[in-house]
């Protein structure tokens, strides 16, 4: 019987690996087939559509639910750069189209740093033209940087003002029976108001309508520089709602013309010199990047680490698209082993999460230090709450105006399900225990008196870590940290202002202000965390997480369903709490 199941076992695993080398084979040959497809005639527009999401480093996302040999890759922001550049020295691509169909999901910062690698590239000498049917605020600002933009004659602008729709849970979890034991730290950290309340506290008011007032003043202060509009005559008709139709957009002058696609393509042709009658080389971005075989500059014996801190800051995963102590030191690791490494950079761009995960990341960032290796931090769209306190020793801090910072606070959190249970459900429990707290802090038993002090004690003791590790990070007391601390959010705009960040600047001037600290000027670039790219390993890994399949969504097709499924994987995400969080309250997209 023995040699019978060892028998079926090797036949099983035989067939696995049999299919998974047959579907290796069929990826390849897709591979090579689809190159073909994507090959760069002369008169070729590259295309680039606004709204994908674009992560900081190339495929660092979380895995996908949906298995498909044909998905593209996810372009990294940094790597668009490289693709532009060398687009503008390739005589067969003659210019760049933008796109846009529906509300995107970049991000402020992340806006900004792409608009100024698209400068770049128009001041290369080659055209850039803007085409929407649907264009969403952050998308046309980065259209505004165009030579010319058109709209689709039914389609629309969609610029009304910046705001923060915040759903509150507290009345639906009371008609379950749920109640919930919430535990903070920090008069701004909101995180936990939808729990305990129906409405904004004033606080969070404040503070939302503060950073609200900086991402539009930025965001006119970059619309102006990008395209001749009146901005007073723009807000008024914000402020109105005037910008309903497309005729609405063409009279205010955000768009040079209202066009049906086959039009604006026809425009383009005209613009290269090819007949109407003859179609034109469209190629992806994306497409353009695999087909170049693109690959990093090695210039330099001595190099800079730019390591990116990108997602929810969780305990013990892995994989791209997040950050944990389990992934990054092995990051750490592999580059302590690095005698070429002069500097570090990390570049952020995370709402926090777990406190736990997040000071473990700062000790390897201490170890750096102590080695003598200047770090500097670089803020994206978010470094907040967990996402600041993983750079906050760092020896320079550098944020970009419209990144979101700060949120210093802690909060913890779990449910009372015990009237839904007794009461609804009909559950009832019993419990024989040799210790007082052998049986604690459980959502079956309402919380005594005893373990609520416990459990404040334990966020007041995290918060204080955290006010320790900034005071000492940032060179400043703990009383003047906790003035601008308690979990108030900041744009990076004023966070320079309040002693929390050092320099408002990009990644290229983090790499820059490093380069100097550690006296070096021919510098070669590499990239952590390394992202696996080999087919099998990618298919194992799906087939066998089944966790990360679980958190996968598939990608929203509208406004409306991004803000549903952004809504549903926050509560799921608070469901599974268990330790002390470091989370900014919110994200703006």
């Not at 850039?128 to 969403?136: E, F, L, P, T, V």
């Not at 990618?538 to 066998?544: A, C, G, L, R, V």
Request: net charge negative; hydrophobic share 40%; charged share 25%.
């Amino acid at each position: 019987m023995g040699k019978f199941f060892k028998w079926v076992t090797a036949s099983c695993l035989g067939t696995l690996l049999a299919l998974i080398v047959l579907i290796g084979i069929f990826a390849i040959i897709g591979g090579v087939m689809s190159n073909k497809d994507k090959k760069v005639f002369s008169g070729t527009f590259l295309t680039l559509d606004l709204n994908r999401s674009i992560p900081e480093l190339t495929d660092n996302v979380a895995q996908q639910a949906n298995f498909s040999l044909d998905q593209k890759k996810a372009l990294g922001l940094h790597d668009m750069r490289r693709v532009l550049q060398k687009a503008n020295t390739d005589s067969n691509v003659k210019g760049l189209i933008l796109k846009a169909s529906m509300v995107g999901d970049i991000g402020n910062a992340k806006t900004s740093t792409l608009i100024k690698y698209l400068k770049e590239f128009k001041d290369g000498g080659k055209p850039i033209y803007a085409y929407g049917d649907y264009i969403g605020q952050a998308e046309y600002l980065m259209m505004s940087v165009a030579d010319s933009v058109f709209l689709n004659p039914q389609g629309v602008v969609d610029m009304r003002g910046f705001s923060r729709v915040i759903p509150f849970y507290k009345e639906l979890f009371e008609k379950l029976g749920v109640e919930w034991n919430v535990f903070y730290a920090g008069d701004f950290k909101s995180a936990t108001e939808p729990y305990l309340r129906t409405s904004m506290s004033e606080n969070s008011k404040t503070q939302t309508r503060e950073y609200l007032t900086d991402m539009e003043q930025l965001y006119f202060d970059s619309l102006k520089v990008n395209r001749p509009v009146n901005i007073n005559d723009l807000k008024d008709a914000q402020d109105q709602y005037k910008l309903r139709y497309a005729e609405d957009a063409a009279e205010y002058q955000l768009v040079d013309g209202l066009k049906y696609w086959e039009e604006f393509i026809d425009i383009c042709k005209q613009s290269i010199g090819i007949d109407t009658d003859k179609s034109l080389s469209l190629v992806d971005i994306t497409d353009y990047f695999v087909k170049s075989g693109m690959k990093s500059k090695k210039r330099g014996k001595d190099k800079i680490a730019v390591i990116y801190a990108e997602g929810v800051i969780e305990y013990q995963t892995e994989g791209p698209g997040n950050i944990s102590e389990v992934d990054y030191h092995e990051t750490f690791n592999a580059l302590e082993k690095k005698d070429d490494i002069k500097a570090v950079v990390l570049r952020v761009n995370s709402p926090g999460g777990n406190a736990y995960s997040s000071e473990q990341i700062w000790h390897r960032i201490e170890r750096i230090k102590a080695a003598g290796i200047p770090v500097v931090a670089s803020y994206g769209n978010y470094a907040a709450s967990g996402g600041y306190y993983i750079s906050c020793n760092a020896d320079t801090i550098v944020a970009q105006p419209n990144t979101l910072t700060g949120s210093i606070g802690v909060f913890g959190m779990f449910p009372d399900a015990s009237k839904l249970l007794n009461e609804k459900l009909g559950v009832r429990f019993d419990t024989v225990k040799t210790s007082p707290y052998a049986v604690s802090v459980t959502p079956f038993y309402k919380l005594r008196e005893d373990e609520n002090a416990i459990m404040e004690g334990s966020i007041d003791k995290m918060y204080d870590l955290f006010l320790t590790r900034v005071a000492d990070g940032r060179g400043m007391t703990k009383d003047a940290v906790h003035e601008v601390a308690q979990g108030r959010v900041w744009s990076g705009m004023a966070a320079s202002q309040n002693g929390l960040v050092d320099v408002l600047g990009d990644l290229d001037d983090a790499i820059a202000i490093a380069a100097e600290m550690a006296d070096i000027e021919d510098y070669g670039i590499k990239q952590y965390p390394y992202i696996e790219e080999d087919f099998v390993t990618k298919f194992i890994t799906q087939m066998n997480s089944q966790a990360q399949l679980f958190k996968s969504s598939v990608t929203p097709v509208s406004k409306l369903e991004k803000e549903l499924i952004d809504q549903y994987k926050m509560l799921k995400q608070v469901m599974q709490y268990q330790e002390p969080q470091l989370l900014m309250p919110f994200v703006i997209e």
